[in-house]
């Protein structure tokens, strides 16, 4: 009960609007019409302490998941801001833009860099990877190939290896399409 009244006078000292520095912040409200204290989202969180949320501010052009469950169980997903609304979550998480049309025809030449991508703090996600403005095409089918084409990828780009990596099949060629890079083993 002292962490739910610690962590509210803390949001309260701190405007959203000021907190609020990334473009991308998920802002939930302890009341409706964007009222009461406020909790400012940039990334994926889990476990969190219950928060009631009666109002939210979705950035324009993202997804958002609130779920009532610690580890993302229980997620309903909001891509528009809600002045009124009664929820109790537990843990919230961005969702990836889908792949856009323009990336899904990248077989026939260079896209404009990579997809976006989500660091935290031990990992960054990686959607459409791309290498000198052209997607990572991986020779093959077998899991092998695509896991050494998305490990390679992250040393690249500063991290030891991929733990996680899906494929996209594009008018017969196959790419990187989801890459999960991290510094420590699996």
């Known amino acids: 009960m002292l962490r739910k009244v610690i962590l509210a006078a803390i949001a309260v000292a701190l405007p959203a609007s000021a907190a609020a520095q990334d473009e991308g912040?998920?802002?939930?409200?302890?009341k409706g019409h964007f009222q009461g204290f406020?909790?400012?989202?940039n990334g994926p969180r889990s476990n969190m302490s219950p928060?009631?949320?009666?109002?939210?501010?979705?950035p324009p052009g993202t997804t958002w998941d609130l779920c009532s469950g610690n580890t993302f169980s229980g997620c309903a997903r909001f891509s528009a801001s809600k002045e009124a609304m009664a929820?109790?979550?537990r843990s919230v998480r961005p969702v990836a833009p889908a792949?856009?049309?323009s990336a899904q025809g990248a077989a026939q030449g260079p896209i404009a860099g990579s997809g976006p991508s989500l660091r935290g703090l031990a990992s960054q996600f990686f959607v459409v990877p791309a290498q000198d403005g052209n997607r990572i095409e991986v020779a093959g089918t077998a899991a092998g190939a695509a896991s050494s084409a998305a490990t390679e990828f992250c040393r690249v780009h500063g991290w030891r290896m991929s733990v996680y990596e899906r494929v996209q099949t594009v008018s017969g060629r196959t790419f990187l399409a989801d890459v999960l890079c991290v510094n420590e083993d699996r």
């Open 87 to 89: 929820r109790t979550v």
């Open 38 to 41: 406020s909790q400012v989202i």
């Open 51 to 58: 928060l009631e949320v009666k109002s939210m501010k979705v």
């Open 25 to 30: 912040a998920l802002i939930l409200y302890s």
């Open 99 to 101: 792949i856009p049309e």
